[in-house]
């Protein structure tokens, strides 16, 4: 099984979403997650790529060339540093079965909110690649609690997305 990792945003360009207290970044958080993920699937046997860029198209063409199964973007969330959770987006039907099975494997991980899965149609990456493709929010960066979950157990919330894709691969 092939997988696209997508650490979201771009350590350059667009840090994506910041904490405003400690300035840790997004871009930071979800490039330590995808590259733990990418560890962790290859030791499942999975072959994968990683590409992080602002360049949404670029990111979907690295999907696309090598031939992705599956797809899957690492973001933090922020919104009103209150806002806490995890939620898994996808847009297809088997990508609501893959982020089902993500979701389910985190909030079974981690205390956090389960803030569910959502069906997007409106998001670049979803639409943009031939693979089954979910967004992982995997919290709120902007929330001193779900920064310090980041912070302290981020290997528990990668490990728990890498059973996600082995489930999801597994009931193929």
């Not at 999907?63 to 959770?85: E, K």
């Amino acid at each position: 099984m092939k997988v696209c990792i997508n650490p979201g945003h771009d350590v350059n360009l667009d840090s994506g979403a910041v904490n405003p207290r400690t300035g840790r970044r997004e871009c930071d958080v979800a490039l330590e997650a995808g590259q733990l993920l990418q560890t962790y699937l290859n030791q499942a046997g999975c072959q994968t790529v990683l590409v992080q860029d602002d360049d949404l198209g670029y990111v979907c063409h690295v999907s696309d060339d090598f031939d992705a199964d599956i797809f899957v973007s690492l973001h933090c969330n922020a919104f009103n540093t209150q806002a806490r959770g995890t939620e898994t987006l996808y847009k297809s039907f088997n990508g609501q079965r893959l982020a089902n099975d993500i979701q389910s494997q985190i909030i079974r991980s981690i205390n956090t909110v389960d803030r569910g899965v959502k069906k997007r149609d409106d998001l670049w990456v979803l639409n943009g690649t031939n693979a089954v493709a979910v967004l992982v929010e995997m919290a709120f960066i902007d929330n001193d609690d779900d920064l310090e979950m980041l912070n302290n157990d981020l290997g528990t919330i990668i490990r728990a997305i890498a059973r996600g894709i082995t489930d999801y691969i597994g009931g193929m």
